[in-house]
């Protein structure tokens, strides 16, 4: 798989008329040779419906006069570059407009657009479930005959959404299901969805069952491994920082990705904010950091453009793209045929819930995203974990504030701490409203707690450093008496639950002066319990107090021995992968600062702008029983000094901009 994309958006109105009018070929292929790109995704039908090339199917653009894709095509090849081939899925103005039959219809019957207006600017939604989708395969079809040498076919918007549209109805009448029922629709639409699958790999496989294949549903749903190994040929995890996604999004998902070896690059852009926006950059840095982040969480890169209606390359754009690529590819030997090593596993919370492909994508879950958070800034290494997968590996499994544990997930769990795995569960995992606690954890549940918030003051062992008092944990706990476990704090209730009639001071209630009677958390043997949806919590406030209770929380886990330790400050990241093939790890250094600079579109916009330069950061890795040959900085190999102390590795990094990677090479 190529290391070093650009995603090339190319969605034009039948408006503008010099449509591809400056497209030089050869400009074309140099531009992307000179900044170190290996492929480029370039369009065959654009989210207005317009085919830029000729078509039997469609409509090629009505100002475009000549075969663009080919073009493309051909000067991208001249130099080694592949060109996967883009088709709009599930936004399609040109069939919406032609056949409003097949438009998707709410359930108060009306049309549904991207941001709510029936009839505003927003792009409209095709159904799945009317025979636009056998005209979506024809166009797959037309494009795997008449250009074969298309290296990959990417389908854009493919999640389906709940619609009562007239196809809809007639399809589920003759299924026996209730198209007024939220539930029937749901339902209906997730076998519609399949069905996008089934006849796009199908129209691709009839011609080159080899052809990579990707569906972009905009975030990838943890809990359906089953839906990507059967269906995509590789993972583009689309994820603009600076845009709804943040900058914890994409380490999350990849985490993810990484563990179950299905193939996958990052998705950034070169934005400013969002998709689309012709004429605004981010700073070369800010281009430079992502990919690196990229390469440290185990994937490859693809940068999101807009070619210009014209068909002529931005400058700008490439510059800053070749400034980052040529960082990248200098870095590759140390990236290639890496694994994680992580010693914790973190069980997601959206994974155990197994959701479906019905509507527009979230990017995220309070308890994964809480937890992720919290592991990040502790310099915690990790991986994203479905209910399914193997516990083996890790130290510690982390159940976030509401995992669903079924049968098969409580024996697998069972078995990994009898084999001396240790545990740690907060808020609701591990709990089921019928039969209580589902571990032994050392305590009684008493059910919830009443109160929408309440007071923790935990052990001194676990509580951040600067608290001496109860804290607010901006969360209701779960209400344990403990029994034979270690308690780890007390709960406080507040006097009474804030309401209109009943308030006191500016936000919530004042605390009780006495503890509840109820505990804040409890250990016995591997496992810990934590009373609140404390990573939820976290997620939600931002609150110090409650990131370092987590953090030390984890860390006793962990017996104060974490897999690394490094000399950065929050904003800093880590990852340490393992090249099995060169005997060697290579340990990730990130830091950068977001900066809040504005808000856009909903999105609070938060670009990295600049470095701070870091001299001399401390690494103390555990290396077990390896003996270390030499330790470097790559790829520019400069010598960095070393000790070993009880099997722990110990090294200063001279100088951090952004990203540095270091080399430890292991005598073989």
Known sequence: MRLRQVHLDFHTSDLIEDIGSRFDAKAFGQAFKDADVDSV????????GHSYHPTAIGRMHPHLKFDLMRAQIDALHAHNIKAPLYLSGGWDELAANQQPGWRLMDENGLPKRVGGDPLGDGWAYLDFASPYLDYLCQQVKEVMVN??????IFID???QQLSAGPWTQQRMDAAGLDWESAEDRAKFAEQVNYELFEGVQQAVHKHDPNKPLFFNLGHVRRGRRDVYKRYFSHLELESLPTAKWGYDHFPLSARYV???GEPFIGMTGKFHHLWGEIGSYKAPQALAYEVAAMQAYGAGASIGDHLHPNGAVDATSYKAIGAAYAEAKAAEPWTIGSRNRADIGLVSVEGSRRPGFVGTPGTSNAADEGAARVLLEGKFTFDVLDTDMDFSPYRLLILPDEVIVDNALKLA?????????????????GLDADKGLL????????????YSGDYALHDAAIRADFVADPIYMYVGSERISVTDGQSLGVVYDPYFERSPKHFSGHVHTPRRSDPSGYAAGVRKGNITYLAHKAFSAYRQSGAV?????????????LDGAPNVRVGLPRAGRVTVRHQPVEGRDVVHLLFAQPALRGELRGDNV???QDFVTLSDVAVDLAIGNREVETVRVVPSGEAIDFDVVDQRLRFKVPRLEGAAKIEVQYRQ
Do not use: M, R
């Open 157 to 159: 918007i493919t999640y």
């Open 413 to 429: 769990l069972d078995t990994y701490v009898a084999q001396g795995g240790k545990l740690l569960l907060t808020g609701q995992s």
């Open 147 to 152: 250009y074969p040498d298309g290296d990959g």
């Open 606 to 608: 938060q670009p990295i």
């Open 545 to 557: 107090a409650i990131l370092e209770l987590l953090e030390k929380t984890i860390l006793s886990c």
């Open 258 to 260: 990484d563990v179950f």
């Open 439 to 450: 571990f032994d954890i050392g305590a009684e549940w008493h059910g919830a707690n009443p």
């Open 41 to 48: 995704t370039i369009f065959s039908k654009c989210h207005h």
